[in-house]
């Protein structure tokens, strides 16, 4: 079965940081890969995604993420934390061509530091 | 485009009373989704509709939670009768056929059931 790992409950980094959330996922070949953002009060937000090609994906507001084969991995990164950063994000998991059966990790929150 | 649109935003009711959360999706997204995000679970997928018919309810808890969707620009979960362990924000989904797995959320409703 399919299944996502975000090791790190809370981060807690200071504003002009850089960032790396990181997300761990098994599954029997390569899954579709995602990362979500969700404010206090507000849904889910889709930052980036993975379905295949260039490792290296680009997403909204400065994240990008890098998709690791050998290492099961799909690491959020940002250069330069915003204060406007600061929310829950949460990496996800699914299968190919089959979006009911999305699996989301627990959770990374993430506070900025003036 | 206004987005998901979910009411009410947030429902307080007591044990044993029928609850009924709304959703309008996005106009023109064929796939909706109801989702359950609580601190012990994070978030599960209930039930999934593509063009009004539910696909997938292996996620709906028990058969006190129902689902419809009546047309394509409106679906309802009910929770008859709603007991504490319900308590939760509710996420609904929309993504459009092309693009399965763009999937925008609403803001969510907060239910307490006391």
């Known amino acids: 079965a399919q299944s996502v790992t975000q090791p790190d409950i809370h981060i807690t980094v200071s504003e002009g940081a850089s960032l790396e959330l990181r997300c761990n996922y098994s599954y029997g070949a390569t899954p579709y890969l995602f990362w979500y953002v969700q404010s206090p009060g507000q849904g889910l937000q889709l930052l980036l995604k993975?379905?295949?090609?260039?490792?290296l994906v680009q997403g909204i507001k400065g994240f990008e993420a890098e998709f690791k084969r050998s290492q099961s991995s799909f690491n959020l990164r940002k250069p330069s934390v915003h204060w406007s950063d600061a929310a829950e994000y949460f990496c996800a998991v699914g299968p190919p061509r089959n979006n009911n059966d999305m699996r989301f990790g627990a959770g990374t929150r993430l506070t900025v530091k003036p | 485009d206004a987005g998901v649109i979910q009411s009410p935003r947030h429902e307080v009711t007591e044990m044993g009373q029928e609850v009924t959360l709304r959703c309008k999706p996005i106009s023109g997204h064929n796939s909706l989704f109801w989702y359950r995000q609580t601190m012990m679970r994070g978030l599960e997928l209930l039930i999934y509709f593509n063009n009004n018919v539910p696909i997938d309810d292996s996620g709906m808890p028990e058969d006190r939670f129902s689902a419809k969707m009546p047309n394509a620009s409106f679906s309802t979960l009910k929770i008859q009768p709603s007991e504490p362990r319900d308590s939760a924000v509710y996420f609904c989904?929309?993504?459009?056929?092309?693009?399965?797995?763009?999937?925008?959320f609403g803001p969510g409703t907060r239910l307490t059931v006391t």
């Open positions: 993975y379905f295949s090609g260039d490792t």
């Open positions: 989904a929309s993504s459009p056929g092309d693009t399965p797995y763009e999937q925008y």
